[in-house]
């Protein structure tokens, strides 16, 4: 079905906003205004269903009441007074994670990158604490991402994010992803090279390098790897924690525990938090190590403590299992009749791909532009890959009307 009018519309100068802001996103024609549960309108009133959710942040869909609630209540208390100070919000976040595996200590920022970034300087210290190496190694994967800032983009294993911005931080190594002996042959020859690796970092699912799962057997030897010689295991869940995977984090679907975890996206349902987590024996951080001024402010806490309660008391990680079956049995019913367009449905919970076949003439982000104008939002994962990360809270028969329009778009 096309967008659905709202009887809400506004005038937005398009134009205004390109000359006033800078140009670092290809962004779709449309201002979006309002939203709520899994859907948002645009400024001339046309409703979209929402499989972008923010790419994968709005846990809660939009105005949910849980969200309303927390962030109001807390706003008309205090909102903000920096990391001088203890500050009981952040407390309760850090006790709540900490209590259900995700690690047994806590640094709080706002962004995914952030928090690589505080895994990455935790990594070289701890390599160079504990481990005695002068000339810390950080490896992770070809075809991962873990964001912009300059170390994280260094870290990130796609050359297109980052050209143009030499010289990247020295220290970097990436190996194929899900192939051990790869990742063996890499670090003996670092060894030789005196450049000793201190953490590998990985995501248990690529998110941006195409909606990729970790093999459970790959991850398993990596642990037993990082456990022999004292490497940290570090996991990116950025994208794929909270819930998103059908479990509350993601490397529960691999069976392994990382010894550092970043989260960030989910997290508070689309206010900007990030997290660090880590195991107590691999705190080597002090006063004036780390830092950040907004990071884990008593606003954001208390949202991101509304998201995982309410998490928990509606069973939305039941859903994203139950929803996400559900999707992908219908996106895969679909690449049975739709001849070569589809080569191949994945993914965990609510974080699924659909892998362009040959036959497909069109690229992802066409695609998704072709979706949007049918009144469905998407988002590509590389440009072969369409992404679709709706809220937690996605009903069955909103995943029904999804698969119906892409019926439409991919064919």
Known sequence: MAPRPSS????????AFDRDVMATYARSPIALVRGAGCRVWDSAGRGYLDFAAGIATCTLGHA???????????????HHVSNLYYIPEQGALAAWLTARGAGERAFFCNSGAEANEAA???????????????R????????????????????????????????????????????FPALVAAIATLDRDERTVAAILLEPLQGEGGIRPGDPTYFAQVRALCDERGILLMFDEVQVGVGRSGTLWGHEQLGVKPDVLTLAKGLAGGLPIGAMLCRRSCDVFGPGDHGSTFGGNPLVCAAALAVLQTLEQDALIANARDRGEQLRAGLRGLAAGLHGKIAEVRGWG??????LGA??????AELARAAQLEGLLTVPAG??????????IVSAAEVDEAVAILARVLG
Do not use: C, M, W
């Open 8 to 15: 809400e519309s506004l005038d937005f100068d398009f134009a």
């Open 383 to 392: 440009p072969r890959v369409l992404r679709l990360v709706p809220p937690l």
């Open 136 to 179: 810390p190694a950080v490896i992770s994967a070809l075809a991962s991402f873990h964001g912009r800032t300059l170390a994280a983009v260094t870290a990130t294993g796609q050359p297109r994010y980052q050209q143009d911005f030499a010289p990247l931080v020295p220290g970097f190594h990436h190996v194929p992803f899900n192939d």
């Open 64 to 78: 949910h009441p849980a969200l309303i609630e927390a962030v109001t209540r807390q706003i008309g208390r205090l």
């Open 120 to 134: 990455i300087k935790l990594a070289r210290k701890y390599g160079r604490t504990r481990l005695g190496i002068a």
């Open 350 to 355: 609510l974080i699924v791909g659909v892998e």
């Open 359 to 364: 036959d497909q003439p069109r690229s992802a």
